[in-house]
């Protein structure tokens, strides 16, 4: 199994479509020296696009002008997918791309997302660009990160809650890396033949915190809260094991307690942790190390 073609050349295919935008053609050729890409590749990344695009001749592509249909639906269509807007529209047909510019400007629906993290834009762009050539070339990658040097076989970049992180295995085991606290990398010229499990794995689960070794956490939820649980996934592989007029219990799945914890604390007082009992033990014992500190401090 491959990385799907949305993940691998994400970045090439926006900054192909802001040059059609803004000189109307491209040249294959160029594309190939630009982002020192085979052929090969330039023609997968064109196919992506082609909805919007068609060939010219000489190697020159252009957008296509003409109006988009149900089964073309344009630059708006390539950049949904890119962002995964089904999760907010999962009816998109040709009527929703119509409406899409007078629903913007009418200002009737707003999405908001958190705010992106503060780093500089440069940085963000650089390293994406870096992990992107090195993911593609499968090579090693030696980073520093929180002082700590790392060798790391690269699989994927992730936004999650606008944060990004870099996916990646050290010494055969999943981790995942926040990009705003890598303070060096060097990509190395020795390659890795990627782990086609590893490579399954971080398709099926969309998330940063993606592991091959998960633990499962019981919660129970008071009654007087329950809906917000209900209407939508707020813990990670979240499923209700039982309900009552009490309230309901759940079950989830994490690959670390830093990915869970964050979670539970945001419910105080409404959520139990139920099993597994270490996990319990711990929160308990945060909670209580934090007033200890609270009462203390003048």
Known sequence: MTIPTR???????????????????????????KFNITERTVYRDLNALSPIV?????????LIHAPQGHAGQGLHHVIANFLNVDDYFPEKG??????????????????????????????IHAQLAAFEKAIKSQQVCQILYKGKTRQLNPYKVINKKNI??????E???LKSF???????????????????????????????????????????????????????????????????????????????????LPLLFYWLPNIQVLE??????????????YLAEVECSP
């Open 164 to 169: 990004w992180y870099l996916q990646a295995t």
């Open 171 to 173: 010494n055969g085991r």
């Open 178 to 260: 926040s990009l705003s606290l890598i303070q060096w990398l060097d990509i190395r010229s020795e390659t890795f033949t990627p782990d086609n499990d590893t490579l399954e794995l971080l398709e099926k689960n969309p998330d940063p915190w993606v592991s091959e070794e998960t633990f499962e956490v019981d919660v129970l939820i008071p009654a007087a809260i329950a809906h917000y649980f209900k209407r939508r996934d707020l813990l990670p592989g979240q499923e209700v094991l039982a309900e009552d007029k009490h309230g309901i219990t759940l079950r989830c799945h994490a690959a670390h307690e830093n990915q869970i």
């Open 94 to 123: 040709g009527d929703f791309w119509e409406k899409l510019e007078a629903r913007a400007e009418e200002n009737h629906i707003m999405i908001l997302g958190g705010d992106a993290e503060r780093k500089e834009k440069w940085d």
């Open 54 to 62: 068609e060939y010219t001749g000489d190697g020159q592509y252009r």
């Open 276 to 289: 597994p009992a270490w996990l319990r033990q711990k929160f308990v014992a945060t909670l209580e190390t």
């Open 7 to 33: 993940s691998r050349s994400a970045e090439r295919l926006v900054d192909i479509l802001l040059e059609l935008h803004l000189h109307g053609v491209v040249n294959r050729q160029a594309l190939m020296h």
